[in-house]
């Protein structure tokens, strides 16, 4: 969901969420603050936990499938997730993690639709920091269009933050690359962010201002 103060892009905030999404510094979007000055935790190159990785630099995914697991492999920051598709329900009370857990089911032969629960409350949603509490609940919705082309549709739901469901991503288009396709490599380096904060980020530095 963009965040461009369209009346039709607002989201529907509890109060406990607009106070959240107050604390939050991002540095892209409408309440953007200088790089030195944001709170975003992908600065100090924490995960970016879900739902962010499929809202934020999602490039090339590789998606390995077995008979009791899909995996999904991202280019930014070389991470990857296990859903179980082995029938077993999310965990009841779970340790929360950065991705959280996920199973999926498949509702027909071309749509998997993944659940993910107990994640960590300190990531953000996407850049424009955008809050969730441990209750959040997301549900990914892949659907093979043909045999070239996958849509995914994400939808987050946490009561605490949000007083009702809403659409996140909406049939974002993925094209199968050839066999030959090589994934550039994309890693958060700590030391790289501490520079580029010491050159670019610092308000009061002359080569920000160049």
């Not at 107050?22 to 200088?34: D, F, H, I, M, T």
């Amino acid at each position: 969901m963009p965040e461009d103060g369209r009346p039709e892009h607002r989201l529907p905030y509890t109060p406990l969420g607009q106070e959240a999404l107050n604390r939050a510094k991002p540095s892209n979007g409408l309440r953007s603050v200088l790089p030195a000055e944001t709170n975003d935790p992908v600065v100090t190159c924490d995960p970016q936990g879900m739902p962010r990785e499929d809202l934020y630099e999602l490039r090339a995914t590789q998606i390995i499938q077995t008979p009791e697991k899909v995996f999904l492999m991202y280019t930014f920051g070389k991470v990857w997730r296990v859903v179980w598709t082995d029938g077993r329900e999310l965990p009841k009370d779970p340790e929360p993690r950065w991705y959280g857990y996920s199973v999926g089911k498949w509702v027909d032969d071309y749509t998997l639709v993944v659940q993910t629960t107990g994640l960590d409350e300190r990531t953000w949603i996407d850049r424009a920091g955008r809050p969730h509490s441990s209750d959040l609940r997301i549900e990914e919705r892949y659907h093979r269009v043909d045999q070239n082309h996958l849509e995914l549709t994400v939808t987050i739901d946490d009561p605490q933050m949000y007083t009702k469901p809403w659409v996140a991503l909406d049939k974002l288009q993925f094209e199968l690359q050839p066999p030959s396709f090589d994934v550039r490599e994309m890693i958060c380096s700590p030391s790289e962010f501490a520079e580029y904060n010491k050159l670019i980020g610092n308000p009061a530095s002359d080569k920000g201002h160049q």
